[in-house]
């Protein structure tokens, strides 16, 4: 059964919310999505470059309490 | 009855919580209120940073190493038989002996390890210094390497973020040394789409890239490495020729800690600031076995010890908290073989490097030296 897995990178400077996206989905099965909260603005526009780019699938990019949650779905 | 405090791993992290301890709780280890004990995996205790320096000659693998039970207080015993089972429920450790161990307050300190057998033909084709074999190989490598096609690769997670910007510089300045740079090419891969997860780091590694002629292939995420035709592809479908193939393999963290349903990859699920195990108020987690957002690295481990320390020894001594973890992390960057430059930052404030120089770098060769009073926890 797909799971979702949450990953708090909120003040994430090193190595950084997409880095901790991707060491996730690593240990993530195949439809599981994974939740990234990230203070970095710029994960808004890099973690959705780096979805396509892979070929996972985005879930959604939402704005709220100070951090964006990303979500993603495990494709491959 | 005493208070037994269980530290599990004997690496950087789980000896200064522990050398830090006995000097927080002299009075109680004396009068035999609290006790401390260690259990580990080896006898000897390996300075990792090190390993870096190993290829390229300028670092002997006896300065690596030392007794562990050299460097731990001689309060601590130290048990060489690694964790096998750790049950939170009914506070027990079990060891590979089959030997249990009960605890008041328990530190998971068993770190990470390097996962190269996880990547189709990586354990084969490439060459990695994250060991002491690795930088063996890697070391004989570069003394039969006359020039080529050399592919750093990064692959995520990974401890030491630095490491691998470092490893390719020095690199360059070796083969520059050796008289074969003319000869070669250097072409560093990262998974995401820039050159370092820190964006401050990344934006100053492009121009010092450029100066050196180093390429770049980012959004690079290794699928598989075919020894027998010498390439490495990504699940970009983007295959490069190599000649030299050095890897930061991916990490996962021990076995014992998936084993014992702590957390996925092997990474133990931790509370940000008190550096507790989510759902317990008596196991720490320190060092690369956290799941944190932060570098894997020795002084994060480092920090977050001496903050582990405090509230330990100030729960038992006076049954309240001392204070938080603020998420600081500091890490020199070797910029080549004679050049150096430095990052810290915390939860709330972000890196800015400096400009290298070799002052910097002679400060990182000190400290390979003064890494020993750090773990003595006097550092």
Same mark, same amino acid.
């Given at each position: 059964?797909?799971?979702?897995?949450?990953?708090?990178a909120r003040g994430a400077f090193c190595p950084g919310p997409l880095m901790e996206l991707i060491a996730t989905l690593r240990h993530s099965q195949i439809g599981d999505e994974v939740e990234v909260w990230s203070t970095d603005k710029g994960s808004a526009?890099? #973690?959705?470059?780096?979805?396509?780019?892979?070929?996972?699938?985005?879930?959604?990019?939402?704005?709220?309490?100070?951090?964006?949650?990303?979500?993603?779905?495990? !494709?491959? | 009855?005493?208070?037994?405090?269980?530290?599990?791993?004997?690496? %950087? !992290?789980? +000896?200064?919580?522990?050398?830090? %301890?006995?000097?927080?709780?002299?009075?109680?280890?004396?009068?035999?209120?609290?006790?401390?004990?260690?259990?580990?995996?080896?006898?000897?205790?390996?300075?990792?940073?090190?390993?870096?320096?190993?290829?390229?000659?300028?670092?002997?693998?006896?300065?690596? $190493?030392?007794?562990?039970?050299?460097?731990?207080?001689?309060?601590?015993?130290?048990?060489?038989?690694?964790?096998?089972?750790?049950?939170?429920?009914?506070?027990?450790?079990?060891?590979? /002996?089959?030997?249990?161990?009960?605890?008041?307050?328990?530190?998971?300190? +068993?770190? &990470?390890?390097?996962?190269?057998?996880?990547?189709?033909?990586?354990?084969?084709?490439?060459?990695? =210094?994250? *060991?002491?074999?690795?930088?063996?190989?890697?070391?004989?490598?570069?003394?039969?390497?006359?020039?080529?096609?050399?592919?750093?690769?990064?692959?995520?997670?990974?401890?030491?973020?630095?490491?691998?910007?470092?490893?390719?510089?020095? %690199?360059?300045?070796?083969?520059?040394?050796?008289? @074969? %740079?003319?000869? /070669?090419?250097?072409?560093?891969?990262?998974?995401?789409?820039?050159?370092?997860?820190?964006?401050? @780091?990344?934006?100053?590694? @492009?121009?010092? =890239?450029?100066?050196?002629?180093?390429?770049?292939?980012? =959004? =690079?995420?290794?699928?598989?490495?075919?020894?027998?035709?010498?390439?490495?592809? &990504?699940?970009?479908?983007?295959?490069?020729?190599?000649?030299?193939?050095?890897?930061?393999?991916?990490?996962?963290?021990?076995?014992?800690?998936?084993?014992?349903?702590?957390?996925?990859?092997?990474?133990?699920?931790?509370?940000?600031?008190?550096?507790?195990?989510?759902? &317990? *108020?008596?196991? $720490?987690?320190?060092?690369?076995?956290?799941?944190?957002?932060? &570098?894997?690295?020795? /002084?994060?481990?480092? $920090?977050?010890?001496?903050?582990?320390?405090?509230?330990?020894?100030?729960?038992?001594?006076?049954?309240?908290?001392?204070?938080?973890?603020?998420?600081? @992390? $500091?890490?020199?960057?070797?910029?080549?073989?004679?050049?150096?430059?430095?990052?810290?930052?915390?939860?709330?404030?972000?890196?800015?490097?400096?400009?290298?120089?070799?002052? #910097?770098?002679?400060?990182?060769?000190?400290?390979?030296?003064?890494?020993?009073?750090?773990?003595?926890?006097?550092?």
């Amino acid at each position: 059964m797909a799971e979702r897995h949450k990953v708090d990178a909120r003040g994430a400077f090193c190595p950084g919310p997409l880095m901790e996206l991707i060491a996730t989905l690593r240990h993530s099965q195949i439809g599981d999505e994974v939740e990234v909260w990230s203070t970095d603005k710029g994960s808004a526009t890099d #973690i959705p470059e780096w979805v396509k780019k892979v070929r996972h699938e985005l879930v959604s990019v939402n704005q709220g309490n100070g951090y964006w949650s990303i979500v993603v779905r495990k !494709a491959k | 009855m005493a208070k037994k405090i269980l530290i599990v791993g004997g690496g %950087l !992290a789980g +000896t200064i919580v522990a050398n830090g %301890l006995c000097r927080q709780l002299r009075d109680e280890l004396a009068k035999g209120s609290v006790s401390i004990s260690m259990l580990g995996a080896t006898e000897t205790h390996m300075y990792q940073p090190g390993l870096l320096y190993v290829p390229f000659g300028r670092m002997r693998e006896s300065e690596l $190493f030392r007794d562990q039970r050299k460097v731990l207080d001689r309060r601590v015993p130290y048990v060489v038989d690694p964790a096998k089972h750790i049950d939170v429920d009914k506070k027990q450790v079990l060891t590979a /002996s089959g030997k249990s161990y009960s605890y008041d307050f328990l530190v998971i300190a +068993t770190g &990470s390890r390097i996962r190269p057998d996880t990547i189709p033909g990586m354990a084969e084709g490439a060459h990695w =210094f994250y *060991d002491l074999e690795g930088a063996r190989k890697m070391r004989d490598a570069l003394q039969q390497f006359q020039g080529g096609r050399v592919v750093v690769n990064v692959n995520a997670p990974h401890k030491c973020p630095v490491a691998p910007l470092e490893i390719t510089f020095m %690199l360059r300045d070796h083969l520059a040394a050796k008289g @074969v %740079l003319d000869k /070669s090419e250097i072409t560093y891969t990262y998974p995401i789409g820039r050159l370092h997860g820190l964006e401050p @780091v990344a934006h100053w590694a @492009v121009p010092e =890239f450029e100066r050196y002629g180093i390429k770049s292939e980012i =959004f =690079f995420n290794t699928k598989s490495v075919d020894p027998k035709a010498k390439t490495i592809t &990504s699940e970009e479908e983007t295959t490069l020729p190599y000649d030299l193939l050095v890897t930061i393999p991916p990490h996962t963290g021990q076995q014992v800690i998936t084993d014992s349903n702590l957390g996925k990859g092997g990474w133990v699920a931790t509370e940000r600031n008190t550096l507790l195990r989510e759902g &317990s *108020d008596n196991v $720490f987690v320190v060092g690369d076995t956290t799941n944190l957002p932060i &570098s894997k690295a020795g /002084s994060t481990a480092h $920090f977050e010890a001496d903050t582990i320390v405090d509230n330990l020894s100030s729960l038992i001594k006076e049954d309240r908290w001392a204070r938080h973890y603020d998420g600081k @992390v $500091f890490c020199f960057v070797e910029t080549g073989l004679d050049s150096g430059t430095y990052v810290w930052f915390n939860y709330l404030t972000p890196p800015n490097p400096g400009p290298p120089s070799q002052m #910097i770098h002679w400060f990182k060769l000190a400290y390979n030296r003064l890494y020993w009073l750090s773990a003595r926890g006097l550092l």
